[in-house]
């Protein structure tokens, strides 16, 4: 079947760094995205990665590696609006996205 | 209208009645999703549409239909509501058709509670 695997909740410390892993198993892979959700409202765009590597956006950077079906989210420079759900979600063979439950991104002061 | 909208925000429906959902975008965006959002688990798909006048089912179809008469506009229906479908629903577009590499941009959600 189908999965993507992610933790369910992480806290970190205003300022700091963290890393949201992404584990996934899919029926082909034509690339893995990062959506950002806050509390009640609409998951946002964050990267879309289909090459091994690391994309850096700003505070936020993500990488992939294919042949480990992996991939994470690095935060940096954490600031209180960045706590949301951080929602990974891989393409299928059929370019469905498969979606994990989200990574609850909890940032203490 | 600036983007993806959605009506009702939210609905609360007595288990056997009929529902639509709207669901409207101004981007001329080809394709069009819809999505219902539980806790604990991920989005999951119910119907899309790669272009205006075709549709599809995603992951979890039963009890819904939708129509894509036009670009702009998605409804989904609930034909006779029943309990497990109390969800938050998102209703999301994309430039592609096909092959969705584009980033999906979500509306803000209709939140359903069915009695």
């Known amino acids: 079947g189908q999965n993507i695997d992610q933790p369910t909740e992480m806290t970190a410390t205003e300022g700091a760094i963290v890393q949201i892993n992404c584990t996934y198993q899919?029926?082909?892979?034509?690339?893995l995205f990062w959506y950002q959700q806050h509390a009640g409202e609409a998951p946002t765009f964050l990267s879309y990665?289909?090459l091994d590597g690391l994309e850096e956006k700003g505070r936020f950077s993500s990488f992939l590696s294919r042949s480990k079906g992996y991939s994470y989210l690095l935060l940096k420079e954490l600031q209180m609006k960045d706590s949301a759900s951080y929602l990974c979600?891989?393409?299928?063979?059929?370019?469905?996205?498969?979606w994990g439950a989200g990574t609850k991104l909890i940032i203490k002061p | 209208i600036a983007g993806i909208t959605q009506a009702p925000t939210s609905q609360i429906l007595a288990a056997g009645r009929r529902m639509t959902l709207r669901c409207t975008q101004d981007?001329?965006?080809?394709?069009m999703y819809w999505y219902r959002q539980d806790l604990g688990l991920g989005l999951r798909l119910i119907h899309y549409?790669?272009?205006?006048?075709?549709?599809g089912k995603g992951e979890v179809p039963d009890g819904y239909s939708v129509s894509r008469a036009n670009t702009d506009d998605f409804p989904l229906t609930l034909a006779s509501a029943v309990p497990s479908q109390t969800s938050v629903y998102f209703c999301?577009?994309?430039?592609?058709?096909?092959?969705?590499?584009?980033?999906?941009?979500f509306g803000p959600g209709t939140r359903l509670t069915v009695l």
């Open positions: 999301a577009s994309s430039t592609n058709s096909g092959r969705a590499t584009d980033e999906q941009f």
């Open positions: 979600a891989a393409l299928d063979s059929n370019y469905q996205l498969i």
């Open positions: 990665n289909v």
């Open positions: 981007m001329r965006h080809n394709a």
């Open positions: 899919t029926s082909g892979f034509n690339g």
């Open positions: 549409s790669n272009t205006a006048g075709t549709t």
